[in-house]
Structures are given as C-alpha cells and as structure tokens.
C-alpha cells in the first residue's frame, strides 16, 4: 500500500473493491481510466466514504458511452435523455404488435435502429441536446454497411422515433435533422437499381426453377407468378383461404392487410394440393393451419433476417445455375406486375397483388368482376407456358 498526502493527512490508496472494477485509483488521489489513449477521472478517492467508489462508478457509467465514441459526455439534467425517448418509443410499438397492428417483424426492425441510437448518441444524452452534427455521423454509420434503398429505410425510421417525442408530448419543439440527414437521391437510387440488375425472370428460368424445386417451394414458385406471392404471403397462407375446388384464393396481405382475390391455374392448385398432402405434420400451434410447414414442422414464418423462403430460393437458384445479382424469390412478384401490366387492367391487378388503389375511380369503383381478374392471370400464365387460352 501507498500513501497520498492530503490536507487531513495520509490516505492509504485504496484496492479495487472487486477483481473486474472498471477504474484504477490515481495518483492524483481520484478514481481513473483510460479511454482512447486520454486519462479521465470520476471523483476524488480520497476523504470519500468507502473510499467513494461507487459514486465514481455511477458517474463512469452514465458517460461511458460518450467516452468510449469519443465525444464529449454532456450534463445529465433535467429532460429527456435518449435513453427514456426509446423505450417509450419501444414501448408504443410493442402495445401495437400485442394488439395485431404491428408485425413482429417491424418491431425488430425498429428495436434495432433503436440500437444504433444509442451506440450513436448514448443512453444518458439529452434529446434536446442533439445537433444536426450528430445527426450527420450516424447517417455515415448507417451508411457504412447499408445500400441505397437499406439507408433511406433506416433513415427514415431514425425519423419516426424522433418524431414520436413531439407528437407524444415529450418534446416543446420538433428535432431538427438537419440538411446532412437526408435520404439518398434519386439518381442514387437509380444508379443502384441499374448496378443490381432487374428483378425478373424469364419464362425459362422459371421452368427450370420451378423443375429443380422441392413439392413446397414449387407451390410457392407457382403462388408467386400465378398470384404474385410474395415470402410472407407464402409462409403465412392459411388452407382456409384456398379453395381448391372453385380454383380461387381470397386472402388479405398479411403485411397491409389488403383484400386480395385471385383465381387459380391448374398447375398451381396442383402443386398446393400436393404440398397440403405431402406436408410434415405440424409441431407448432400455428402451423396446423397452414398450407407450408417445414421439414421440422414449424411456420415458415420466421422473425430474422434469415428467411427460410429466401434462402432456400437461393439455394436452388444456385444450383441450377441462376446466379444474377438481385434476384430472388421476391422477384416472381415483380415478374407478375410487369407481365400483367400488358393486359392494362391495372384496377384487376392491384387486387390481384393486394396493392392500395388510391385514385379517384377507386372510391366509385364498387367491384371488380372475376372475368377480369381471370383474364390478367390467364395472359400471365400464357406469356409462362406459351399457350393460347380461351377467356370467353
């Protein structure tokens, strides 16, 4: 032990008060640790009760975050910090993920911009403090591992939880972004779209694609061409909402929850029904009821970046040779739309793929008849299988 000299005598330096105790008492009689190559200190050792260790620690904890980023810890103080403006904000899209209103999916992506937040910013910062500067850098982390599309996504939920702390109350004023806190252009945009290639397959591809599949993934390949399916239309789609008899599916978008009817190809209500009687017997509530059940017997619904649908797509893309950038199973559905565009019965179309219709015709429009929804599935199934059909 070593002393120090003080005016109230010599003070014996004192141990860590345990074996992973973040600070090293300093000579200069405080509480210390080195951060990026810079000394700072947390209260003074000497003179403290139990050698004050803990309010040193309570302090090192709250600016942590900004020291270990190398900024400069702001005075906590009365407002809102990061911290509480998250899990408020967390806690709001919770409720409405418990209510149905949210899917778990959204949620897990805004818990990770909330991430990113607060490795940013920190926990202890005030909202109020923040400058656009701030904003700026973490545009620049976002953008370190994100393409176009992926930032501007990222961005604008950067956007919803801030904007949350006005709308809810909890801010005087709006937080000003900034100039440097803007989406990418839309000559960026074009420029990655181009660099990535088109989102569609040939006719053939889809053959060979469809001839290599397993029973479930040729359903799905077929629900995406034939109904513009997307990966969790596939994997959320009830047996209730096929009807293999008449040859028509009515089933609302599980992501916008809008109506969609579709009729049928032959070879597609095939291919259900032999992914319905081939199907492993369901080991998960959820699954009973669905058309696709995995190996193992659970949804094909997963909550993680890791699709099942889209890796096992890429799996058989590869093995039959498909190997263009920017393909995936996603793109049957930009297939179908660009396909039944030629029919020009857009009204039919959009109802066929659940998209919102918001012209001013949509609000007179009462119904949209079967034989023209029937008329844009035929022309896409004759565009894929090189048939005339007769539509009378």
Avoid at 87 to 105: A, G, H, Y
Avoid at 248 to 255: G, S
Wanted: charged share 30%; glycine share 8%; with cysteine.
């Amino acid at each position: 032990m070593t002393g120090q000299s003080t005016q109230s005598g010599t003070v014996a330096k004192p141990k860590k008060p345990y074996r992973d105790f973040p600070l090293f008492p300093h000579a200069t009689g405080r509480w210390a640790k080195k951060i990026r190559g810079k000394t700072h200190y947390f209260g003074y050792w000497r003179d403290q009760p139990g050698n004050g260790w803990q309010a040193a620690l309570d302090l090192y904890t709250d600016q942590r975050d900004d020291l270990h980023a190398g900024r400069t810890p702001r005075v906590t103080g009365d407002g809102l910090t990061v911290k509480d403006l998250l899990n408020r904000f967390l806690t709001w899209k919770k409720d409405l993920v418990d209510s149905d209103e949210l899917s778990p999916r959204t949620f897990r992506d805004y818990k990770d911009v909330c991430d990113r937040i607060v490795v940013a910013f920190g926990r202890s910062r005030l909202v109020e403090d923040l400058a656009t500067s701030d904003f700026e850098c973490l545009r620049r982390g976002i953008a370190k591992d994100r393409g176009p599309v992926a930032i501007g996504n990222e961005m604008q939920r950067v956007r919803c939880v801030f904007n949350h702390a006005y709308e809810a109350g909890l801010l005087d004023k709006p937080v000003r972004f900034g100039p440097g806190f803007k989406r990418p252009s839309k000559k960026t945009m074009r420029k990655e779209r181009h660099r990535n290639g088109k989102k569609e397959f040939s006719a053939g591809e889809i053959h060979v694609t469809h001839d290599g599949a397993s029973v479930p993934l040729r359903a799905m390949i077929l629900l995406g061409i034939n109904a513009a399916f997307g990966n969790a239309d596939c994997a959320t789609l009830p047996i209730s909402a096929v009807d293999l008899e008449s040859g028509w599916l009515h089933y609302p978008r599980p992501k916008t929850g809008i109506e969609r009817r579709c009729p049928l190809w032959p070879e597609t209500i095939g291919a259900i029904e032999s992914a319905i009687s081939n199907r492993p017997k369901p080991k998960e509530e959820v699954a009973v009821q669905l058309v696709f059940v995995t190996k193992r017997g659970s949804s094909w619904q997963k909550d993680t970046p890791d699709n099942p649908i889209s890796n096992e797509m890429r799996k058989l893309l590869n093995s039959v040779g498909i190997t263009r950038r920017g393909l995936n199973f996603y793109g049957l559905r930009h297939t179908f739309r660009t396909v039944a565009d030629e029919t020009l019965d857009f009204p039919a179309i959009n109802l066929i793929m659940g998209h919102a219709d918001q012209s001013m015709a949509s609000h007179y429009r009462e119904r949209i008849s079967d034989k023209r929804l029937q008329a844009v599935v035929d022309h896409v199934r004759c565009w894929l299988f090189g048939e005339a059909i007769d539509v009378r």
